[in-house]
């Protein structure tokens, strides 16, 4: 099982910056990707992005790309998210996750989560 901790979540201004940190544990694997979903009140929890730990390959939902980077540290255990021009509608718990999955964009497959982080961001 793989232990994963959140961190970096706030409140902060539309058009600002935050980094998101998740730390993972235990039996991760250099073959499953890390992978970052956030869910608005009321809402389905939905993907936002995705890294291989070996490679480095990434994905992004459409809605954050240019503006958000995944990030990984294999020493650290560790990816980041890095969320740039941020906007009221990104506001949620995001979470990072993991898992045996094939298809990266999609939340089945992914059987480790963290407990979520909350972002606000204020217009």
């Known amino acids: 099982q793989v232990q994963l901790v959140e961190s970096g979540g706030g409140l902060v201004q539309a058009g600002g910056s935050l980094r998101l940190s998740c730390a993972a544990s235990g039996r991760t694997s250099s073959n499953y990707p890390m992978a970052w979903f956030r869910q608005a009140p009321g809402k389905e929890r939905t993907f936002v992005a995705a890294?291989?730990?070996?490679?480095?390959?990434?994905d992004y939902a459409d809605s954050v790309k240019g503006r958000f980077t995944i990030s990984r540290d294999n020493a650290k255990n560790t990816v980041y998210l890095q969320m740039n021009s941020l906007k009221p509608e990104d506001t949620a718990v995001y979470y990072c996750?993991?898992?045996?999955?094939?298809?990266?964009?999609?939340?089945?497959?992914?059987?480790?989560w963290g407990q979520g982080t909350q972002v606000t961001v204020s217009s």
């Open positions: 890294v291989y730990w070996s490679g480095g390959i990434t």
């Open positions: 996750a993991t898992g045996r999955v094939t298809v990266v964009r999609a939340i089945y497959g992914y059987t480790d």
